[in-house]
């Protein structure tokens, strides 16, 4: 039997510990992660951070992560679930009509879509959220409320099929929800 996989959506601006913890953490629990961007090549992702004084987080250079499919390659089927990362990529993403038809598509197959801090754009811009409880960075509360979701400050919130967290400070929470839901592939496959 084929590894399960997820997708982990993602461009340059991604934010880097937000893409590499979900790496890690679906490959120890057995899934094969694959990041899919708007083209193949190596991301530029970055590092938000919160400084003491400012009033939003600050943005550095973060690491170079691969990109393994482009969205027009991805088939739906082959997936369990599909996490739209935040950082700065959302904000084009959202724009991107074939990533908003993969969500959709997600949606509609009733597969599991997972997403953390400003990853929330691509979703409602999927025109998913209405009517749903949801959360994501508190900055980005005002789009989600503007399409029709409940913002919960919580860092983690379950809405049937759909798991959000607010920033990488919600990981622990967000990661304990998903895996609860998913569980460990490894002990879902057939001997």
């Not at 943005?59 to 990109?67: A, D, F, T, W």
């Not at 599909?82 to 990529?89: F, S, V, Y």
């Not at 989600?144 to 990488?168: M, Y």
Request: glycine share 8%; charged share 25%; proline share 3%.
């Amino acid at each position: 039997m084929s590894r399960r996989r997820v997708l982990i959506v993602t461009d340059d601006a991604g934010e880097s510990f937000e893409i590499l913890y979900a790496q890690h953490r679906f490959r120890e629990a057995g899934y094969e992660p694959l990041v899919a961007a708007t083209e193949r090549k190596w991301l530029n992702a970055v590092i938000h951070d919160f400084n003491p004084g400012w009033n939003t987080y600050i943005e550095k250079p973060g690491y170079l992560i691969k990109s393994d499919v482009t969205f027009d390659e991805v088939d739906v089927d082959e997936h369990v679930a599909m996490l739209l990362i935040g950082g700065r990529a959302p904000e084009f993403l959202r724009h991107n009509a074939s990533l908003i038809r993969l969500v959709q598509t997600f949606h509609r197959q009733e597969k599991w879509i997972l997403s953390i801090c400003h990853g929330i754009q691509i979703l409602l811009a999927a025109g998913i959220g209405r009517g749903l409880k949801l959360t994501c960075y508190e900055n980005v509360r005002f789009e989600l409320e503007s399409c029709g979701g409940a913002w919960l400050n919580q860092e983690c919130v379950r809405d049937g099929k759909i798991i959000t967290g607010q920033t990488w400070n919600s990981h622990a929470d967000f990661y304990r929800e998903v895996f609860a839901q998913l569980g460990n592939a490894e002990s879902r496959r057939s001997p």
